[in-house]
C-alpha cells in the first residue's frame, strides 16, 4: 500500500469516525427530547426511560400507545447497534489496512488471515453491543440451544464455510503462493494471482481467469513450480544415428545454456533417452530462471537446437515414407558450393584487389555459417582465430560498459568483422550478436595468410579499419586511451608480426 493510500484511509477513517461518533453520541439526546418534549404535547408522559406514566383520569385511554412506545424504544436500540457496529467496522478496516496492506501485495498471506480476524471480532463486538441493549436477552442460550438455527446455519453456509476451512487449511499448509505456476489435472495451468478464504485466482497461460474454490482444490493433487525455485524442463528431440552423440551433447548444451530464461546456475543436461527406430531420441533438461514462461522458452530452445544443428552438419531424424533419390555428382555440388562463395567475396570492397585466383582460394576454405536472432557470433575476451564476412542478415557489435553490454555498432551486409582478433592475435575486443537471422563466411587464419603475403595493399586496408575500429573503443573507453595509442603503424606491424609477413 503506497503512503498516499494510507493517507487517504486515515482521513476516510477519520471523518467517518467522527460523524459516527458525533451521531451515536446525540441519540440519547435526541431519544431524552422525544420524551420529554416532543411526545408529550400529545399527551404521552413518561415515568421513566421509555416508561408511559398512567393516563390522566380525565383523557380516554389510548390504547394503542404502549405499542407505538414499545416500537420507538427498539428503534432506537437498533440504531444505537447499527451505528455502533459501524465503527467497530470502520476501525477492524482500517486497523487491519495497516497491519497487513503491506504484506498482500506480495504474498497475499494476509488476506484470509484478515478476513478471518475481522469476522470473529465483528461477531464478538456484535455480542457486546447487543448484550448492552438487550440485557434480558441471552444471547449465549439462543445460539448454542437453538439446534434448528444451528442446522439452518450449518446448511446455509455449508460451502462458504467448507470454503473457510479449506481456505485455512491452504494457508497453514502454503503448498502455493501467489506468483507460482500451478497445474490442476483437467483444470487447467497458470500462474497463481490471489488467494482468499473463498478460493484461488490462477491466470492461465492464454490469459484467462481460473477461479478455483478451496473446497475443490483440496481435493486435487496439483503440481506446483514455486516461483523462486530453479524448475526444470525436459524438450526432446531426435538425430540420425550418422551422428556423433558426443558432439551432439556438446553442441545441444553449447546451444540452450546461452538461450534466453535458461539457468546459468545449473548446467543444461542431454542424454539418449532410447535407441529408436528412426534414430537417437534424445532430452536436453534445463533448469529456468522465470518458471512462468516456460512454453516461450520451450519454444526458444528448440529454435537454438535447430540453428546449432544446421552450423555444424547434425541431422534430425524424421519418420520418412517416400524416399526421393537424387543422382547428383559430388563434384558439381562443391563446384556450386565455391562460386556461390566467390560470388559472395567478389562483392566484399576490402577483397576487391584479389585476383580470381585468390578469391577462389579463399572460397574454397571458407565456410558458410547461419546464427539465429540473438545468437553471439564471437564472445568479448575469447580467442579467435577467424574473420566472418557477412552475406546475409546484420549483426550487433557490443562491449561492457560499466555492468551491462552496450551496442556500439551495427554491421550489415558484405561487412566484416573478426578481423582484430585474426590479424593481432590478442582477444576478442567485442562480442558480435546476430541481429535477425544471418549468414555469414567464416575465414581463417591459414586460409588468410598466403593472401596477406601476396597483397600487401589487402594488410594495409584491413589495418586501417582495425584501427578505425580501435579508435572508436579507445574513445568509449577513455583510460585505455591515455595509456595506450599505438596508431596505424603499430596495428599495421603488429599484424606482420603476427603472420610473420615482412
Ligand atoms: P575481434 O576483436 O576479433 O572480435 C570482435 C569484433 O568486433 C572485432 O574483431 C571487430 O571486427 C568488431 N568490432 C569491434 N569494435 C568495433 C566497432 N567499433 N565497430 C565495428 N566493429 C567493431
Known amino acids: 500500500m503506497s503512503a498516499s493510500e494510507l493517507q487517504r484511509k486515515a482521513l476516510f477513517f477519520i471523518v467517518f469516525g467522527s460523524i459516527v461518533v458525533a451521531v451515536l453520541a446525540t441519540v440519547p439526546f435526541f431519544e431524552h427530547w422525544i420524551q420529554s418534549v416532543f411526545l408529550p404535547q400529545f399527551g404521552w408522559n413518561f415515568s421513566g426511560p421509555w416508561q408511559l406514566a398512567p393516563p390522566e383520569a380525565s383523557a380516554p385511554p389510548d390504547m394503542m400507545a404502549p405499542t407505538y412506545v414499545a416500537l420507538l424504544e427498539h428503534f432506537f436500540r437498533l440504531l444505537k447497534i447499527i451505528l455502533a457496529m459501524a465503527l467497530v467496522i470502520t476501525v477492524v478496516r482500517f486497523v487491519t489496512h495497516v497491519l497487513f496492506g503491506r504484506a498482500q501485495g506480495k504474498r497475499e498471506i494476509g488476506s484470509l488471515i484478515r478476513t478471518v480476524l475481522s469476522i470473529v471480532i465483528y461477531i464478538i463486538a456484535f ?186 552438419k547434425i541431422e534430425f531424424s524424421y519418420p520418412t515414407r517416400t524416399i526421393h533419390v537424387e543422382t547428383k555428382p559430388q563434384e558439381a555440388a562443391f563446384d556450386d558450393r565455391i562460386n556461390t562463395v566467390t560470388e559472395r567475396l567478389n562483392n566484399i570492397t576490402i577483397f576487391a584487389p584479389l585476383s580470381d585466383e585468390e578469391t577462389a582460394r579463399l572460397a574454397k576454405s571458407a565456410r558458410i555459417r547461419v546464427y539465429a536472432p540473438g545468437e553471439a557470433i564471437v564472445r568479448m575476451g575469447q580467442e579467435g582465430n577467424s574473420m566472418f564476412v557477412i552475406t546475409r542478415g546484420s549483426v550487433d557489435v557490443q562491449v561492457l560498459q560499466g555492468t551491462s553490454m552496450k551496442v556500439v555498432n551495427r554491421l550489415r551486409e558484405n561487412d566484416f568483422f573478426g578481423e582484430m582478433s585474426l590479424l593481432t592475435g590478442e582477444p576478442r575486443t567485442a562480442t558480435v550478436v546476430a541481429a535477425e537471422e544471418t549468414e555469414v563466411l567464416r575465414i581463417n587464419k591459414t586460409a588468410i595468410k598466403p593472401i596477406f603475403e601476396a597483397n600487401p595493399e589487402l594488410v594495409k586496408a584491413i589495418s586501417e579499419m582495425v584501427e578505425e575500429r580501435r579508435e572508436l573503443l579507445r574513445n568509449l573507453n577513455e583510460e585505455s586511451s591515455e595509456t595506450e595509442k599505438p596508431g596505424e603503424r603499430r596495428v599495421l606491424s603488429s599484424i606482420k608480426r603476427f603472420f610473420g609477413l615482412r
Request: hydrophobic share 45%; net charge positive; aromatic share 10%.
Open 127 to 312: 455480542a457486546i453491543i447487543f448484550q448492552a441493549q438487550y440485557p434480558s436477552v441471552n444471547l449465549g442460550s439462543l445460539f448454542a440451544g437453538s439446534a434448528i438455527f444451528g442446522i439452518v446455519v450449518g446448511l446455509a453456509l455449508q460451502d462458504t464455510l467448507g470454503n473457510l476451512f479449506a481456505g485455512i487449511a491452504l494457508q497453514a499448509d502454503q503448498p502455493f503462493l501467489v506468483g507460482d505456476v500451478v497445474n490442476i489435472p483437467n483444470r487447467g495451468t497458470g500462474v497463481v494471482e490471489s488467494v482468499s478464504w473463498r478460493g484461488v485466482k490462477i491466470r492461465t497461460f492464454q490469459n484467462k481467469l481460473l477461479l478455483i474454490s478451496n473446497s475443490v482444490l483440496g481435493k486435487e493433487s496439483i503440481e506446483v513450480g514455486p516461483k523462486g525455485n530453479l524448475n526444470a524442463r525436459i524438450v526432446n528431440f531426435s538425430t540420425l544415428y550418422a551422428n556423433s552423440p558426443a558432439k551432439t551433447v556438446q553442441v545441444v548444451r553449447d546451444a540452450v545454456r546461452v538461450a534466453e530464461n535458461v539457468s546459468q546456475k545449473i548446467r543444461p543436461i542431454v542424454r539418449i533417452r532410447n535407441l529408436g527406430e528412426g534414430g537417437l531420441e534424445w532430452e536436453v533438461k534445463y533448469w529456468l530462471d522465470d518458471y512462468s514462461k516456460y512454453n516461450d522458452t520451450d519454444a526458444l530452445v528448440r529454435q537454438r537446437i535447430w540453428y546449432a544443428f544446421q552450423r555444424e
